[in-house]
């Protein structure tokens, strides 16, 4: 496989590529086992980074994506990460320091300068009992959420479809659907909100149907 890889891209040989767009990013994968799934007219700007300690890993792009910034998988065997069609990534850093998931759903839009990672950099651990104190914890991310810039996403968090989260917050749980917030951590400021990408559409493109009839307007 490693002499039909292009130039700035190297891959254990058990890698698996099944991609229906090109890399332009630098690609390194020295785990084994490991799958790169990438949808069709996927703009992937990315680099991805996986390091040997990392087993069966999974990457998954889905179709009409923009995916740019860095994808960094440290140890573990297993872990998924899994973005949905329609999302948009400008500069954002996805790492995995141990197995877990991040999954997206469709049509996320995130800005520049966010991270998430579903575990700590390294294991802590109660010294009376040996116990380990903080495990890794999935990330899940429903359809249409909007991360501002700067916005880190810890573990265990979930965000609800159509959720705004504002620039510069830290997410530690759970927000629930169309809502927006903010801050350290992020805190619900406002409910029943709805955004798009298209500062032209009119209300009655944005909102659903039982909210239009209730006379609901934007602004």
């Known amino acids: 496989m490693a002499a039909d890889l ?3 891209w190297e891959a254990h040989p058990s890698t698996v590529f099944d991609l229906k767009s090109e890399l332009k990013g630098r690609v390194r994968i020295e785990g084994t086992g490991c799958r790169i799934v990438v949808g069709a007219n996927v703009q992937f700007e990315a680099t991805i980074r996986i390091f040997p300690e990392v087993t069966n890993a999974v990457i998954e792009v889905g179709d009409n994506c ?24 400008n500069q954002v850093g996805l790492s995995m320091h141990e197995r877990g998931r991040i999954v997206f759903g ?26 380990r104190l903080n495990p890794a914890q999935d990330i899940e991310i429903g359809d249409h ?7 880190l996403v810890l573990k265990g968090a979930k965000i609800g479809d159509g959720a705004i989260v504002g620039a510069g917050s830290i997410v530690s749980g759970t927000l629930p659907p169309n809502t927006l917030s903010l801050g350290t ?35």
């Open 106 to 131: 469709r049509d996320c839009m995130l800005s520049t300068d966010i991270h998430m990672d579903p575990s700590d950099m390294h294991p802590i651990f109660d010294r009376a009992s040996g116990q």
């Open 185 to 219: 951590p992020a805190r619900v400021i406002r409910e029943d909100v709805a955004w798009t990408r298209d500062f032209d559409a009119p209300a009655d493109m944005v909102l659903p149907p039982t909210l239009r009839e209730g006379g609901v307007t934007v602004g």
């Open 145 to 151: 959420v909007w991360l501002g810039t700067r916005v």
């Open 6 to 8: 292009p130039p700035i």
């Open 66 to 89: 923009f995916i740019g910034g860095v994808i960094r998988l440290v140890r573990g065997d297993g872990g998924l990460i899994r973005i949905g069609e329609n999302t948009t990534f």
